[in-house]
């Protein structure tokens, strides 16, 4: 089990939450979605939100308030929810600065193979979050977390985010989360990048949100210790991955059933029986 902040933990048998917007807008934005993803979803949950999409379609697309105020922000989203942060980093330069307000380091997919990047964060001290690319197999991905291990830090959660299926698509293979859980390590299902089509809008990336569902259920049945989901008042205005986002009034149901069903494998896991 891998604690986040008091009350908030990934493994142990409980089912976390990582929910917020792709990007930081503005404080006020943040602050309002922190606020009311906490009213509809409740604890465990942890805030996510990028000070910078340094990995965006085109060079006009929107990044982030940038490093200095992003993390001011996240700062003062915990100061005023007391939620734990979540929060990108791109370059082994930004651990350090990230670490002294984020709660969980996120290491992305496109990144997950910069040793570099890996061993800083690990020697942060902090949770390190790595989103599986969506070029690696499932055990290929094993490297990227003993990279963080072999730093002397074994707080290290695990993400599929879905794999590249020919062009402009991506797919989800359950049994990567079925490996990934055989490591030791917990394992999250980023729930709305997995439904992302990249690049399918021309200067943007498309996507699919009514599969977020769908394919969040499978991930819980088999055996996941989070969900991770981008969320947004407004998606079709969202500076960043809104065609993908999950629309914040859709929240409170959209966890309620995951819970649920979460609570339900449990139970039957509790009552199986090993064939003699």
């Known amino acids: 089990m891998i604690e986040a902040a008091p009350g908030v933990a990934f493994g142990g048998g409980g089912l976390a939450l990582i929910a917020g917007p792709c990007v930081i807008e503005s404080e006020d934005h943040a602050l309002m979605l922190a606020r009311e993803i906490l009213a509809r979803a409740g604890r465990p949950y942890v805030f996510k939100a990028s000070f910078d999409k340094a990995n965006r379609s085109t060079i006009n697309s929107y990044r982030g308030p940038g490093i200095k105020e992003g993390l001011r922000i996240l700062a003062e989203v915990k100061r005023q929810t007391g939620l734990a942060v979540l929060t990108d980093i791109h370059t082994p330069d ?28 690990a020697r942060t001290g902090r949770i390190v979050n790595i989103k599986k690319g969506q070029f690696l197999a499932p055990n290929d991905f094993r490297h990227a977390a003993e990279k963080v291990a072999a730093s002397g830090n074994h707080r290290i959660i695990l993400t599929e985010r879905g794999s590249s299926f020919g062009y ?14 055989e490591w030791g390590w917990p394992v999250v299902f980023d729930a709305t990048h997995s439904v992302q089509l990249p690049g399918a809008a021309g200067t943007a990336s498309g996507g699919a949100p009514e599969f977020i569902e ?37 929240l409170a149901g959209f966890w309620r059933r995951m819970q649920s069903l979460h609570d339900s494998v449990n139970s039957l896991s509790r009552f199986h029986v090993q064939p003699t």
Do not use: K, W, Y
Request: proline content about 6%; some cysteine; glycine content about 6%.
């Open 94 to 121: 930004q651990a350090a600065p990230a670490a002294e307000v984020a709660d969980i380091l996120q290491i992305p997919a496109f990144l997950c193979r910069q040793t570099d990047l890996l061993v800083e964060a």
């Open 168 to 181: 402009n698509n991506l797919v989800v293979d359950m049994r990567s989360l079925a490996i990934m859980r």
């Open 214 to 250: 769908p394919l969040s259920r499978g991930a819980v049945a088999v055996g996941i210790e989070g969900i991770f989901v981008e969320v947004h008042d407004n998606p079709p205005a969202a500076l960043s991955d809104g065609s993908n986002s999950l629309h914040l009034d859709g």
